[in-house]
């Protein structure tokens, strides 16, 4: 159980243009959903808290505007890169939030790459 | 304070040895410390979890060690296999659902 996927795994696009990647439980409800960002050989970093018919709350220095965020089910939420630029290229992860107070279960993550 | 301090960067250990990654910490408020096993391309999985009111936890060949009054943590792996290769993340709970990570120790194992 506890299973979280992501869609696309990788995905390449052209400057300017806008990415979306979605984040779904696969087998549990999840009200509260998070994005991390990656990049090679470094730590995961929280952009946002994607909450259940809500706005998404973000960590600072993450522009709002740029990474859009949408929770419009129990099971699933999507980040939506907008106007992409190479330096938006990295290693999306989503998780989900179960039952404990601090499980949080991962997705296998999004490679993005900006051409 | 909202820092995670993760040792070392690699490491690399021969099949059966003993594999020992170290983290340290500031803020005290901290309350659940998970640690985190990430293959090259997938997301992270959980491996193993404490909180400051205890000293240690084992799971099999994976076990904590913690020491709330020197504020660090540590894994130890017991017979490393190579299949243990990853890089593993500590991480530190500084409020609901948000983990601050460490910076990663990718782990080799040699067979």
């Known amino acids: 159980g506890a299973v979280v996927s992501q869609h696309p795994s990788r995905v390449i696009c052209k400057s300017g243009t806008s990415v979306k990647i979605e984040c779904r439980s696969l087998?549990?409800?999840?009200?509260?959903m998070f994005w991390y960002r990656q990049f090679p050989k470094q730590s995961l970093m929280l952009m946002a808290t994607?909450?259940?018919?809500?706005?998404?709350?973000?960590e600072q220095g993450v522009e709002k505007d740029k990474f859009l965020i949408n929770h419009a089910s129990l099971t699933l939420s999507t980040l939506t890169v907008t106007s992409a630029h190479p330096e938006d290229s990295s290693f999306y992860i989503c998780?989900?939030?179960?039952?404990?107070?601090?499980?949080?279960?991962f997705g296998p993550g999004t490679r993005l790459t900006v051409t | 304070q909202q820092q995670v301090k993760q040792s070392p960067q690699s490491l690399i250990v021969q099949k059966g040895g003993i594999s020992i990654i170290n983290c340290a910490y500031e803020n005290t408020a901290f309350d659940y410390f998970p640690w985190y096993q990430q293959f090259p391309g997938k997301g992270p999985a959980l491996l193993i979890a404490i909180r400051p009111d205890v000293s240690e936890k084992k799971e099999g060949r994976f076990t904590i060690s913690f020491n709330k009054s020197a504020k660090q943590f540590s894994l130890h792996i017991m017979d490393s296999q190579p299949g243990d290769s990853a890089t593993y993340f500590c991480a530190a709970n500084y409020a609901t659902y948000k983990y601050i990570f460490g910076t990663g120790t990718r782990l080799k194992v040699l067979a």
């Open positions: 998780s989900a939030r179960g039952d404990g107070p601090y499980e949080q279960y």
């Open positions: 994607s909450n259940e018919g809500s706005k998404a709350t973000y």
């Open positions: 087998d549990f409800q999840a009200t509260t």
